[in-house]
Each structure stands twice: as structure tokens, then as C-alpha cells.
């Protein structure tokens, strides 16, 4: 009887042992995961800070920094691509184009940028949308998935495209026909595998002011 007694006893308390193990497991867990997104995320700017960045390849990874030139002082006014993130032009007509300023920015942006990217990044995991720990992960894969699908495709005719792709969005900015089917060219690019939005902005007037960002004028 003492022994049953005891066995009962014993129950609860291994029962609070192993839930207590499990949150042990969970909470080192969710600390290694924002831990590799922190340095996923700062590393490309610190790194950039003392370097020359090379331009990104069309399905550069956002979690390496540019390729190093020289080390140089940068300059806080300086438009880069801070944090490599994918950006390509898609189509190029012959008639000139506004460019897109796409993820450009200045230094000082980029690391006003950084808690704001981590934020926005692991809200995906969090909410168990996501089975990478940062939404940003999924955008070199995405780049060239855009790539190969519009390869020579001859809808684009007459077009200048440029693509932008950031935390699973992608951005399609530039000049376009008036007949052009945009609705066609956001279908399209929202069936490839893990877009979650897509926003497309096309001057269709070349005499109109471009509706999205476009690079600064060079002093």
C-alpha cells in the first residue's frame, strides 16, 4: 500500500520535472533561433561598414555580407544595398526607364532598418507561418524562382522591370505599356512557391512621375 502511496506521490512531481525540462528546451531553443537571426541580420551591415560591397548576384542569400574590396571609410550618405537583398532587372525596354530605387538606402537607414528588419523577420516564425526562423531566408529562392519563370518570356515585351524581394514580398517597379496586363504579371508572380505579396508599380505614361521610389539624382 505504501508502495502505491508513494508511486502516486511521485506522479505529480516527475510530471512538473519533465514540463519543467520541456520549457527548459523550449526557451534554449527560441534563444539559439533569435540568436542566428541577430546575427543573420546585423552581420551584413557591420561587415559593410569597413568594406566595399560588390554587387549581389541575382539570388544572393540576405545572410552574407558582400564580397570585400578594400577597406575604406564608408560614407553615411552613401546609397547601397545594405543588406543584399534580391534586386534585378527583370525586362529592359529600349525607351529609358526611371530606376527603381528598390532596397537602397543610406547607412544611417540601413541601421535605423535593423531592429525593424528582425522585428518584421521572425513574426512569420512566431506565428508558425514560416518553417525558416526569418522570413527574409526565403527571398534568394524566390529571386531566382522569378528569374527562371519570366526567363525570354515574350509578355514582357516593351516592359523595364525591375524586381524587389524582401521577407517573402515582391516588388515589381518600372515603365510598361498602357495595354500591358498587370494583373496577369501579380497572378503570375504570386503563384511561385512561398510569395506572400506582391505589389506591382508600372509607369504606363512616360511623361508621368514614376509611382515608386527612384534613385536620387548623383551630386
Same mark, same amino acid.
Given at each position: 500500500?505504501?508502495?502505491?502511496?508513494?508511486?502516486?506521490?511521485?506522479?505529480?512531481?516527475?510530471?512538473?520535472?519533465?514540463?519543467?525540462?520541456?520549457? *527548459? #528546451?523550449?526557451?534554449?531553443?527560441?534563444?539559439?533561433?533569435?540568436?542566428?537571426?541577430?546575427?543573420?541580420?546585423?552581420?551584413?551591415?557591420?561587415?559593410?561598414?569597413?568594406?566595399?560591397?560588390? +554587387?549581389?548576384?541575382?539570388? %544572393?542569400?540576405?545572410?552574407?555580407?558582400?564580397?570585400?574590396?578594400?577597406?575604406?571609410?564608408?560614407?553615411?550618405?552613401?546609397?547601397?544595398?545594405?543588406?543584399?537583398?534580391?534586386?534585378?532587372?527583370?525586362?529592359?525596354?529600349?525607351?529609358?526607364?526611371?530606376? +527603381?530605387?528598390?532596397?537602397?538606402?543610406?547607412? %544611417?537607414?540601413?541601421?535605423?532598418?535593423?531592429?525593424?528588419?528582425?522585428?518584421?523577420?521572425?513574426?512569420?516564425?512566431?506565428?508558425?507561418?514560416?518553417?525558416? +526562423?526569418?522570413?527574409?531566408?526565403?527571398?534568394?529562392? #524566390?529571386? *531566382? %524562382?522569378?528569374?527562371?519563370?519570366?526567363?525570354?518570356?515574350?509578355?514582357?515585351?516593351?516592359?523595364?522591370?525591375? #524586381?524587389?524581394?524582401?521577407?517573402?514580398?515582391?516588388? %515589381?517597379?518600372?515603365?510598361?505599356?498602357?495595354?500591358?496586363?498587370?494583373? *496577369?504579371?501579380?497572378?503570375?508572380?504570386?503563384?511561385?512557391?512561398?510569395?506572400?505579396?506582391?505589389?506591382?508599380?508600372?509607369?504606363?505614361?512616360?511623361?508621368?512621375?514614376?509611382?515608386?521610389?527612384?534613385? +536620387?539624382?548623383?551630386?
Amino acid at each position: 500500500m505504501r508502495e502505491i502511496e508513494a508511486m502516486r506521490e511521485g506522479r505529480p512531481r516527475a510530471h512538473r520535472q519533465r514540463s519543467a525540462w520541456l520549457s *527548459t #528546451i523550449t526557451a534554449a531553443f527560441a534563444a539559439a533561433a533569435f540568436a542566428t537571426v541577430l546575427a543573420v541580420f546585423f552581420a551584413p551591415v557591420v561587415a559593410a561598414a569597413g568594406t566595399v560591397a560588390q +554587387p549581389a548576384a541575382i539570388g %544572393a542569400s540576405t545572410a552574407a555580407p558582400a564580397n570585400s574590396a578594400s577597406a575604406v571609410t564608408v560614407d553615411p550618405g552613401e546609397i547601397r544595398n545594405w543588406y543584399n537583398d534580391p534586386f534585378f532587372a527583370l525586362s529592359s525596354a529600349p525607351d529609358a526607364c526611371p530606376q +527603381p530605387l528598390g532596397p537602397r538606402m543610406t547607412k %544611417a537607414e540601413a541601421d535605423d532598418d535593423a531592429h525593424y528588419r528582425v522585428e518584421r523577420g521572425t513574426t512569420c516564425w512566431l506565428a508558425h507561418k514560416c518553417t525558416k +526562423p526569418n522570413s527574409y531566408l526565403y527571398d534568394a529562392d #524566390i529571386a *531566382t %524562382a522569378v528569374h527562371e519563370k519570366f526567363k525570354g518570356d515574350a509578355s514582357l515585351a516593351g516592359t523595364s522591370v525591375w #524586381i524587389t524581394v524582401q521577407r517573402r514580398f515582391v516588388y %515589381a517597379e518600372g515603365c510598361a505599356p498602357a495595354a500591358f496586363d498587370r494583373a *496577369t504579371l501579380e497572378h503570375r508572380l504570386a503563384a511561385i512557391p512561398d510569395v506572400d505579396k506582391v505589389f506591382v508599380h508600372l509607369r504606363t505614361d512616360p511623361h508621368a512621375r514614376p509611382p515608386y521610389k527612384t534613385l +536620387p539624382p548623383v551630386r
